[in-house]
């Protein structure tokens, strides 16, 4: 299925660049990480779990693209991966090379992701319009046939240990990806991602916030970001250099987490 080649315009590029990764990072430093999604009014991601639910318009959709351009990843979590069958590349007209494309990263701590040859991410590196996808599991959630098929479209597996509770650490992911050369990574979700994020001490990892805020209310029911209160804690947790940006019907709102 072909998809429509997308535009961002130069003018709305200012704005955004306070909050994007350096174009020269230190080798040595830990991987910038920009936290992006799309929410309703109601902090809602979805209508409801596992519902494909559309909420950016078609100017905030152009700037994610722009976004992936200038991060070396993207990443989302493997229930992502299995309800969108996301293509994770950008269609930005720009575009000239494959190295200008992001590398799709899948976080599939249990080995849940039972993609083939008819994943998006998968058919678009065979293709050559999007990179092949590194899925991040632990030692165990890997087939041999889905490590050649990986292989064949330039992908592959990264092992990582998970904790008592079944995920990886925030900080495991990032060494591992830096290990592997990654300077910037943008995580677009899902819900149980980003709110693992927004809790501490992984906030502080979090070097960016940008988030596309559609004028909708979705209602209860559906996935929310609202990241578990720890016992406790009487903190707030608050964005500063915050900027908001109209697109189209949407706002963006681009900000850094508030270190206490």
């Known amino acids: 299925m072909s998809r429509e080649t997308l535009s961002f315009p130069p003018t709305s590029i200012p704005p955004l660049e306070p909050y994007l990764p350096l174009t020269s990072p230190s080798p040595s430093s830990k991987p910038h990480l920009t936290l992006t999604y799309a929410t309703s009014l109601d902090a809602s991601l979805t209508l409801a779990p596992g519902v494909r639910t559309t909420l950016s318009g078609p100017y905030s959709k152009s700037m994610t693209h722009y976004l992936r351009t200038r991060h070396n990843a993207i990443l989302v ?10 293509a994770l590349n950008s269609r930005l007209g720009s575009i000239t090379s494959l190295d200008q ?9 249990k080995g849940r992701w039972d993609f083939t040859e008819d994943s998006q991410v998968i058919r678009l590196a065979a293709e050559f319009k999007g990179k092949g996808p590194w899925v991040v599991t632990k030692r165990g959630g890997e087939t041999k046939e889905r490590g050649e098929l990986l ?15 079944g995920r990886f650490k925030w ?14 990574v943008m995580v677009e979700g899902g819900g149980e991602v980003i709110n693992s994020l927004l809790i501490d001490p992984e906030n502080r990892l979090v070097d960016s916030v940008i988030i596309t805020i559609a004028p909708t209310w979705l209602g209860k029911g559906g996935v929310v970001v609202s990241p578990s209160r720890q016992q406790g804690q009487t903190s707030q947790l608050k964005l500063r ?12 709102l681009c900000g850094r987490i508030l270190r206490s």
């Not at 292989?151 to 509770?165: A, H, N």
């Not at 900080?171 to 910037?184: K, N, T």
């Open 77 to 86: 979590g493997c229930t992502t991966a299995l309800i969108d069958n996301p």
């Open 241 to 252: 250099d915050v900027s908001w940006q109209p697109h189209g019907e949407d706002v963006v």
């Open 101 to 109: 494309q992001p590398r799709p990263i899948i976080l599939d701590p």
């Open 171 to 184: 900080g495991d992911v990032l060494s591992v990806l830096g290990e592997q050369g990654v300077r910037s």
């Open 151 to 165: 292989e064949r479209v330039g992908g592959k597996f990264l092992f990582l240990e998970t904790g008592e509770d």
